[in-house]
């Protein structure tokens, strides 16, 4: 190639790029919308304070004995959803609340039988709600 045609050359190959770039500015991005379901809102459930919270976790070592026994059982068992995993456990002089959204009657019983084998059957609430996939 003598000096003229690389010069031409590199001119086409300059002007394709430019032509590339202005087509991908040119187009329109498109923009994800989910207009298929608000967006979550717990407040009304916040709200509800009849029943005991996270923040009323008592500090005596026995409750937090209890509910660390519970969540290191809740976190070894990979079988269950990421729900399940995230449930709130309440103890409170010895009785245990169990409160969240789950992905199955299967398992809520689950996350219960492993809060009663901690606590016992008598000292557990189980206040899961099954939240089905969306």
């Not at 009323?56 to 004995?65: F, G, T, V, W």
């Not at 398992?107 to 084998?117: Q, R, T, V, Y």
Request: glycine share 4%; with cysteine; charged share 25%.
């Amino acid at each position: 190639m003598n000096g003229s045609s690389l010069k031409l050359s590199r001119l086409l190959l300059s002007l394709g790029l430019l032509v590339f770039c202005v087509s991908l500015m040119a187009t329109p991005i498109p923009r994800y919308q989910d207009t298929q379901q608000p967006a979550p809102d717990n407040t009304k459930k916040n709200k509800d304070q009849t029943s005991p919270t996270a923040d009323q976790q008592k500090m005596n070592p026995s409750d937090r004995a209890i509910t660390q026994k519970i969540r290191k059982a809740i976190h070894q068992d990979k079988s269950l959803s990421t729900y399940a995993h995230n449930i709130k456990v309440i103890t409170q002089n010895g009785k245990v609340t169990l409160r969240g959204p789950v992905r199955s009657e299967e398992e809520k019983s689950n996350l219960e039988a492993k809060a009663a084998g901690v606590a016992g059957r008598e000292n557990v609430t189980n206040q899961l709600e099954v939240a089905p996939s969306k």
